[in-house]
Structures are given as structure tokens and as C-alpha cells.
């Protein structure tokens, strides 16, 4: 992995190095591919017109050239999962690693020992406010950091708490963890969606992190629910977060432009009546999608999307790391390699 990144970071061949670059990296569970490029696939269920956009936000931002889309099985580049299983943990585990998860087979696996994004910036020296994952799903907390506790966490149904706050901003936490525990999910140990995003924008305002996860659930609770009105529901509310996150971030001065976002999904689902189920025996699960939206300072250094060959999840931590413009110190290179190219 450290010479893919450094390819990445060094390929300014001439052009002005960039300052300080932060990474906004977002999953959004069990959202498949197929409702991501072609929007409602059935009509009925969802109960609006076949077709209908999940993600009208990064369409436009496409659109202008403005993000970068991988996984269309049709245009020959598809992206795919890097576990053997299709199933969550696994693939979070790869994600944070950039390396190929083949330990890891169910979603009851113990923390991860491979070495992660979190890991390696925390030992080049990054502050645990700077280093921060915000997730819906408790299943994260084994996959983000090899040696836990070096990286902010508020995760599944954890209350919020920031040591050392002022009375208005202890009133916010009060608020919050009143709001979001009020009642349970209706899967059980987990936190909604719009509560990991509000207290996730809230960090970003206060604190600026250098890299900031965020990990959506909803969606793939009510994918195995077979409620596929809600699960198009869950995946359209991720398209308010994002409108959110930008205005956010627009806010933020120099910080906001120098922040660009990556977005993927953990698996994919079964095509056709079984659509709310994903394994290894079932067709179409392994197959996956990203976005990248690089921040005003790479867009104004000509950054692009890389066009060829296939991509996987492996490619992912790379892309952080080159964005980010950090090298990697981990023991074991990564098997992918960046997104985005100079």
C-alpha cells in the first residue's frame, strides 16, 4: 500500500502540493446496486413510480463532474466485495484494512487484528479528536481499530458523553441521548440512522476531524425485514444527510473545501423475490458500488477517477489514505489500490 499512496500523493508532478486534506467516509448498509443506479425496483412495494432516485444529491454532483461513480456491472467496471461471505462484518473488516478479510467469516467475529486506517493514523501521531466513527451498527466497534481506544467511538447504543463540556454544549448531550434512546430500534441493540447522523454533524461543527466515519444501518434492517418500502425510505433519508453534510461543510471555510467524502455499501442483496436476503450461495451480493466526491482543492488539481480494471473493497483505504494525503504504516500492504488518480 505505501508505494500505491504515495504514487497517489506524489503524482502533483509539479502542481502545487496541497495543505491539509480531510476525508468524510460514509457506508450505508445492504444498499444494493441495483437501487443505487436504477432507482425503485418495485413500484408497488415502495409505493413510488419505478425508477425513483435514492440518491438525487450525488446524481447531481455527478452530473457536474463533481463525484466519481464505480461498480457499473454494464460499463464492464463493477465493484466487488473482498470477503468470501457477502456478509457485514467481514466487509468492514476489509474496508478498514485494505486488506482481503478471509479470517473473518460471520458476523460474530471477535476485534480485528488486522491492522486498520484508524490504527495507522493514530500512530503517525493524529489526535483522538481528529480520528472518530460514528455507527448505527454495535457489529463496528470489532472492525474499526486493531488497538481500541486510540480513535473517538460512539457506536450502536452507546451515549454520547464528551469529557470536560460547557454547560450548553452538556445540555445538547443530555437532549441528545434523551432523544435517541427514547425507544428501542425494531431490531433490537442498534441506533437509527438519524440520530448517528445528527450526533455525527454535531462532531464534525465542533471538532473538524481530520477523518470522520459514518456508518448508516437502517437500510439493510429493513431489507431483512422484507419491508422494501422502508428500506427505499432509509436509503432516500442518507440523501438529506448528504444535502446536510454539504451545508455543513460549507460552513466551515477552508476546512469544508479541503473535505472530500466517500460513500459505499457493505454487500449487495439478492436480485428478484429474495432481494431482502444476502450469503455466499446467492447471486449479485458480492457485487457493491462507491462514490467519490473529491474536495474543491483536489477538484482544483485535476484530480480523476480511475477507469480500469475492476474495483473492490480493498480499494477503499487507499483512497482515504491518497485523499488524505497520509502514507500508510501498516505491516501489510494493501490488495487494492486508489480510486482516484492526478
Known sequence: MKSLVCAFIFALSGAEALAQENVIFITIDGARYQEFFKGVRRPKSAGQKRGTRMLPWLDAKAEKNEAFIYGRHRLKNP????NPVNLSKPAYMSLMSGVYEDKCRSNDCEN???HTIFDSLAEQGFAKKDIAVFASW???EEAAESVVGRATRNIGINRYSEPGADPVEQAWIDDYNARAFAEEAPWGEARRD????EVANHYLKRHAPRFLYISFLDTDEWGHKNNY???VQSFQDVNHYLEQLEATLASMGDYGKRTSIVITTDHGRNPGPLWYNH???LPTAHRVWAAVIPSETWRAQGVKARKKGKFRHVDIRPTLEGLMQVKSVSPVASHGKSLVTH
Open 194 to 197: 438519524v440520530f448517528t447522523f
Open 138 to 140: 454495535p457489529g463496528i
Open 79 to 82: 465493484m466487488l466485495v473482498s
Open 279 to 281: 450469503s455466499a450461495m
Open 229 to 231: 418500502k422502508n428500506y
Open 112 to 114: 480485528t487484528t488486522r
